[in-house]
């Protein structure tokens, strides 16, 4: 058992190597700065975020989503995002039209022209997530996606995206994607509440 927790240990540090030459490469720098662009101006236009993922991407999801409404630097102003993570919703979508409608369903209820939809995949090729984006486009909204491996489905749909690829295993695609999310809700805070009263919101510019 040791010799295989040593064998893991190295193989996950040189994949958390990898991750980090993807997040700081040129592709990887212009994704994170368009990505906290677009989520500053949607909540600029006082609209909202709307998050969606299955299983770990789920939960990166919900955690993305209560950075913005909480906080993550500093005390500021609540920002309106919401993850679809409901399980009611989601049995009750599930079992009255499927799986693949139960992000679908919540991009409809709640989601408005102007409004930002966050596409968590680390395949691009969950049917429910593409629905969602879909749904989302027709709604008006701008999309935004982080994808991992060729980028599946989804690839070239949205509107922003970030394909992490080179890993096998979705593990170390999520653990890239939080780094992202990570900085590019620090820049939104910045973008936002630098030299303004923290619990001001934030105006049009």
Not at 151 to 163: A, Q, R, Y
Request: aromatic share 8%; charged share 20%.
């Amino acid at each position: 058992m040791q010799r295989n927790i040593k064998t893991t240990l190295q193989s996950a540090s040189q994949d958390v190597l990898r991750a980090a030459r993807a997040i700081s490469a040129p592709d990887g720098q212009v994704f994170i700065e368009s990505a906290a662009l677009l989520i500053a101006d949607c909540y600029r236009r006082k609209n909202k975020v709307l998050i969606a993922g299955n299983g770990g991407s789920l939960c990166d999801a919900m955690h993305f989503a209560e950075e913005l409404t909480g906080q993550f630097r500093k005390p500021r102003a609540a920002l309106p995002a919401i993850a679809f993570s409901d399980p009611a919703m989601m049995s009750c979508i599930g079992n009255d039209f499927g799986f693949e409608e139960v992000f679908s369903r919540g991009v409809d209820a709640f989601g408005h022209e102007g409004d930002l939809f966050i596409a968590l995949t680390t395949s691009g090729n969950s049917l429910n997530i593409v629905r969602a984006a879909e749904a989302a486009k027709k709604k008006g909204m701008q999309t935004i996606a982080f994808l991992g491996k060729t980028g599946g489905t989804l690839k070239g749909f949205c509107d922003l995206e970030w394909i992490v690829s080179g890993f096998p295993f979705s593990d170390r695609v999520q653990e890239a994607h939080m780094a992202a999310i990570h900085v590019i809700i620090e820049l939104v805070e910045q973008e936002l509440f630098s030299g303004v009263s923290p619990y001001v919101q934030p105006a049009a510019r």
